[in-house]
């Protein structure tokens, strides 16, 4: 296979010995196909030799061979040529590349002449012709490794090339050696990467960090620079040969571009409709229609009482939606001191304050940038603010803090709050324009004490998730504790039942949690003593018969729709009216 691959210098090595010789040469490969020849056997290259001519012997045997008598000698009475065969006298050796055959080169007379000056200088010919095949397996070791090379090259290269960060090599003149599809991007350059090989760098990006690094000898690690108002990270490696520099290597990612992908991996997180968990009328009501605004990109105002999960339902929103591949970015407006939350919303300029860092920092607004942001808290939000805002969401632009320049961005808000805005605006503490500008579309999440049905519901899952988290069996509550949580009131919501439950898997010494475990999370005047209106069985019994009421309510009380929910609760229709009828 190399031979033929290699087939112009066979030949000419061929050439060189039939000069050299006075004599003809061939040469053929381990299938016995002629890869070179001179002579009678110039024609014949491309064509295969007999199969069972002396050259199968040499493959097969893998020493020299002398013919005295071709034609005649018993290697040749197989020979399909033999009757026809133009050689006098023949001298054929293996060529032995990595221990296996590969091929063999023969040197052969033609007339009487050149036979009997081979014969006498039979040890000169064996030797010569024994040098010239190992000069051949040379080649091939050669061959292979420059095939190799070259295989590796362009895999190098395609690797490269598609390197999500850019990649530049320059020589100590700095001269462009090699260039990165990525690096041409950041640089803004439209030219192809083979056209600016040898091109002198200092000419579009002068002071480069690169350039540095080559004139002072030293090596950077993640340092930034600046690029034609783009802040970049690069890391410079220096090449040397001999103790000398002879090139440096620099790759390089745009700052803003990787910050806003770790906020994009860090804050989208997971959450979607099926993570609400919930039976009643009022969650599934809520579900399905946060599900219908999902599909656009109307502005949605979430109101509800602290932990009742609205940073759940505005990522469920935003994973629902066209915008799922890019950021989902979250703020509480209340957590951030006032004199940040400007800049943490909408970023800073070069040298906006004392402290700020030299390339200036995107806000939140930019990070999401064809995302959505999440505004929590927003009844919080400082009255000077909220008119920034409100410019932000009419024009689609901002400007940064100590900045001059306008940004344009493409994002979806989702403000939420515990407060009742309405309030705040007649107290003129939240700003009515604003306000309008928000609930676009209202959502409101009842407690958790206006859909008791759904207490069972979470219960069952969060025990198993913290079962599972703390590596505990626990099976549920005792009757005693269960009555309790069924009539708290919950102030905390959602929130609060999943703080509980976690508080008594962590104390809990048996497969059931009992009241003692959780009395601790409870101020006394939330005893299981101040419930001693119902029983477990008349609550069980109650909430039965809401949920069987809440579907008839879906399917119509009429007997298809009492059929429809019997099916769906999978219970015959005589114990879906017993249900009814239990007081």
Do not use: C, H
């Given at each position: 296979m190399f031979l033929q691959r290699m087939s112009k210098s066979v030949q000419q090595i061929a050439d060189a010995i039939a000069t050299a010789l006075g004599a003809n040469v061939t040469i053929v490969d381990n299938n016995l196909l002629r890869v070179a020849g001179t002579g009678p056997y110039f024609q014949k290259i491309g064509e295969e030799a007999p199969q069972r001519s002396v050259f199968a012997q040499v493959l097969?045997?893998?020493?020299?061979?002398?013919?005295?008598?071709p034609g005649e000698n018993p290697l040749c009475l197989d020979c399909a040529l033999k009757q026809n065969c133009v050689e006098t006298y023949e001298i054929c050796a293996p060529i032995i590349c990595q221990e296996s055959v590969v091929g063999v080169i023969s040197i052969f007379a033609s007339d009487d002449q050149q036979k009997k000056v081979m014969i006498e200088k039979n040890k000169q010919y064996i030797n010569f012709i024994e040098q010239m095949s190992n000069l051949i397996a040379s080649k091939i070791g050669e061959y292979r490794l420059l095939e190799e090379i070259t295989t590796y090259n362009?895999?190098?290269?395609?690797?490269?090339?598609?390197?999500?960060?850019?990649?530049?090599?320059?020589?100590?003149?700095?001269?462009?050696k090699h260039i990165n599809k990525k690096a041409l991007s950041l640089l803004s350059l439209p030219n192809s990467p083979q056209d600016l090989i040898g091109a002198e760098l200092e000419e579009f990006w002068p002071g480069s960090l690169v350039l540095k690094a080559l004139a002072e000898e030293k090596e950077f690690y993640e340092e930034e620079e600046l690029y034609d108002k783009k802040h970049l990270l690069s890391t410079v490696r220096l090449i040397r040969k001999d103790k000398r520099v002879i090139s440096g290597v620099a790759t390089f990612s745009d700052?803003?571009?990787?910050?806003?992908?770790?906020?994009?991996?860090?804050?989208?997180?997971?959450?979607?409709?099926?993570?609400i968990i919930g039976i009643s009328k009022k969650i599934i009501n809520s579900k399905r229609k946060a599900l219908q605004v999902a599909a656009h990109d109307s502005t949605v105002l979430i109101t509800g009482e602290s932990g009742t999960g609205k940073e759940v339902f505005a990522r469920a929103i935003h994973n629902g939606s066209s915008r799922a591949n890019h950021p989902f970015i979250a703020i509480n407006c209340s957590a951030i001191p006032e004199s940040l939350l400007e800049s943490e919303l909408f970023g800073y300029a070069t040298g906006a304050f004392t402290g700020a860092s030299r390339r200036g920092k995107p806000g939140k607004f930019e990070l999401a940038h064809q995302g959505t942001i999440f505004l929590d808290e927003i009844g919080d939000m400082p009255l000077f603010l909220q008119s920034k805002?409100?410019?932000v969401l009419q024009d689609k632009t901002l400007i940064r803090v100590g900045g001059i320049s306008t940004v344009d961005i493409d994002v979806r808000v989702i403000a939420a709050t515990n407060n009742d805005l309405e309030e705040l605006i007649a107290?003129?503490?939240f700003r009515k324009d604003l306000y309008y500008r928000l609930n676009v579309i209202p959502l409101r999440l009842a407690p958790l004490r206006e859909k008791r049905e759904d207490i069972p519901v979470l219960i069952e899952h969060f025990i198993y998730l913290y079962s599972e988290r703390f590596q505990k069996e626990v099976a549920g509550?005792?009757?005693?504790?269960?009555?309790?949580?069924?009539?708290?009131?919950?102030?905390?919501?959602?929130?609060?039942?999943?703080?509980?439950?976690?508080y008594g898997i962590n104390f809990c010494r048996g497969s059931y949690i009992k009241m003692e475990d959780i009395q601790g999370r409870f101020k006394a005047s939330y005893q299981i003593n101040s419930k001693k209106g119902s029983t477990l069985k008349e609550m069980v019994q109650s909430y039965e018969r809401e949920v069987v009421k809440n579907l008839l309510d879906k399917y119509g009380w009429d007997e298809r729709g009492k059929e429809k929910a019997a099916v769906e609760l999978d219970i015959s229709r005589a114990t879906l009216y017993r249900k009814l009828s239990q007081n």
């Open positions: 097969k045997q893998m020493r020299v061979i002398i013919i005295a008598e362009k895999e190098l290269d395609i690797i490269i090339q598609n390197l999500n960060q850019g990649v530049l090599s320059v020589n100590v003149e700095g001269r462009i700052l803003d571009d990787m910050q806003k992908s770790v906020y994009q991996i860090t804050s989208s997180g997971n959450g979607s409709f099926a993570d805002l409100l410019r107290n003129k503490m509550f005792t009757p005693e504790a269960m009555r309790f949580l069924l009539a708290y009131d919950w102030p905390g919501n959602v929130r609060e039942l999943e703080n509980v439950i976690e």
